[in-house]
């Protein structure tokens, strides 16, 4: 991913699972498949399952998954869930998504080159 500030410089902020910043993007992508990944949407709602797949746009594909949502009745959990299975998050609808890796992966992903 790039990002262009005012200045007219960039900055590349490239990620790996494994400290190797020469892997290709499908390559990283390859790293993530089956990893548990909590993505979050637009309307507040969470979804947690197995990674399976992303295309071009960014859509991204979980599997056996769990929807939590925020419910504004009184109850003694102030979340409610429910089991998905496989579904399609569109890249227009997410707002963060998180993958669930060690301590090491984690200080590994994010490498900033300028």
Same mark, same amino acid.
């Given at each position: 991913?790039?990002?262009?500030?005012?200045?007219?410089?960039?900055?590349?902020?490239?990620?790996?699972?494994?400290?190797?910043?020469?892997?290709?993007?499908?390559?990283?992508?390859?790293?993530?498949?089956?990893? *548990?990944?909590? +993505?979050?949407?637009?309307?507040? !709602?969470?979804?947690?399952? =197995?990674?399976?797949?992303?295309?071009?746009? &960014?859509?991204?594909?979980? *599997?056996?998954? +769990?929807?939590?949502?925020?419910? !504004?009745?009184?109850?003694? =959990?102030?979340?409610?869930?429910?089991?998905? &299975?496989?579904?399609?998050?569109?890249?227009?609808?997410?707002?963060?998504?998180?993958?669930?890796?060690?301590?090491?992966?984690?200080?590994?992903?994010?490498?900033?080159?300028?």
């Amino acid at each position: 991913m790039e990002q262009v500030d005012a200045g007219g410089s960039t900055t590349t902020v490239a990620a790996s699972t494994s400290g190797e910043s020469g892997l290709d993007p499908i390559a990283r992508v390859r790293k993530l498949l089956f990893r *548990q990944m909590l +993505v979050g949407i637009k309307d507040g !709602r969470f979804f947690l399952g =197995s990674f399976h797949c992303i295309d071009k746009q &960014g859509n991204i594909i979980l *599997q056996d998954t +769990v929807e939590y949502r925020s419910i !504004r009745r009184s109850s003694p =959990s102030p979340t409610e869930q429910r089991c998905l &299975g496989m579904i399609l998050i569109p890249a227009s609808c997410r707002t963060s998504c998180h993958v669930d890796c060690s301590i090491e992966e984690q200080l590994s992903l994010i490498q900033l080159k300028e």
